[in-house]
């Protein structure tokens, strides 16, 4: 059975790998990914916020009496909030590369043109493989249209582009008005590879004591259809490979993935919730699927039910949605 599959230029023995995720700050963790069989180890993200924070406390101390600093320090999270300094991120990086023999994927998380890119760089001569941009906005400002916000993500990833050589992948959010298009923007502009989606963790409020509380909750399989309808309508239309990432529990959540178009599977839910070994499991199981139903490779199952391929496009299209509503009944 031949799982082998192409991502940002990698070939790599099966799509399977750790999405973005804390576990990568626990060196034996990496261990256990590995040894459980990612085929990459993808970093969680060093944060725009981080490095801007770092930058202006170093103005601070060289110039005490500037009255500026401290309100503008205040703007950014403390460091206690992040778990690895910009320093300690690109150690990491060299902590993991020394301990797997995978490739290693890292990941900025920013919205803005800036000396923050300095850190591409400094994250490809720390020794990784890869890089993911992790673009987490909300756009909030009335007066910004979705051409500019569209434009900057272009922006920023061109710079970066120019400032490695090593492949770069952009993590997406589905809110974008024309999102294939957006896409087709992306990969003409040099893009690797694309991650559908980032997941925005939603705040809530606490009506008593009128505040604006925030948690975190774990994925689940339903969250998966969104991408499967956008990897299904990209699959075949860019050159950039995809990956998908945010609802994959289980071996049919992978395999609808893959029959949809990704070309890698990030997980994160699951392995906190069971373990790195999960990751080998719904790799087994996605074997046993495929040998079950006749499939000998996984090259030959990918974008089969993408919209250029599939029996019945117009499903992930509005007349499916003219249908369901027409199918209801109590």
Known sequence: ????????????????????????????????????????????????????????????????????????????????????????????????????????????????????????????????????????Y????????????????????????????????????????????????????GVDGLVLFNRFYQPDIDVDALEVTRSLRLSESSELLLRLRWLAILSGRVRAELAVTGGVH??????KAIMTGAHAVQMVSALLERGPDRLRVVRDEVVAWMDEHEYASLDQMRGSMNLLRCPDPKAYERANYVDILQSWHR
Not at 47 to 55: L, P, Y
Request: charged share 25%; net charge negative.
């Open 1 to 136: 059975m031949d799982l082998s599959t192409t991502y940002l230029g990698f070939r790599l023995p099966h799509p399977f790998m750790p999405g973005a995720s804390p576990m990568v700050d626990d060196l034996d963790m990496v261990r256990r990914l590995e040894d459980a069989g990612a085929a990459a180890i993808v970093m969680h993200s060093l944060f725009e916020e981080q490095i801007t924070g770092e930058q202006l406390a170093a103005l601070h101390h060289m110039d005490a009496h500037a009255e500026c600093f401290p309100e503008a320090l205040s703007f950014f999270p403390s460091p206690a909030a992040f778990r690895l300094g910009p320093d300690d991120y690109l150690e990491q990086i060299r902590r993991i590369k020394a301990a797997v023999r995978v490739p290693v994927i890292a990941s900025l998380n920013g919205v803005t043109e800036g000396g923050w890119l300095d850190y591409a760089r400094l994250m490809q001569q720390a020794g990784a493989d890869a890089l993911e941009l992790n673009v987490y």
């Open 250 to 255: 289980t071996a049919l959540d992978a395999i």
């Open 138 to 189: 909300l756009a909030t400002d009335p007066e910004e249209s979705g051409a500019q916000v569209e434009e900057r993500t272009v922006a920023i990833l061109r710079d970066v582009k120019q400032a490695v050589r090593i492949p770069v992948a952009v993590k997406l959010s589905p809110f974008f008005s024309s999102l294939a298009h957006f896409a087709k923007r992306l990969d003409e502009a």
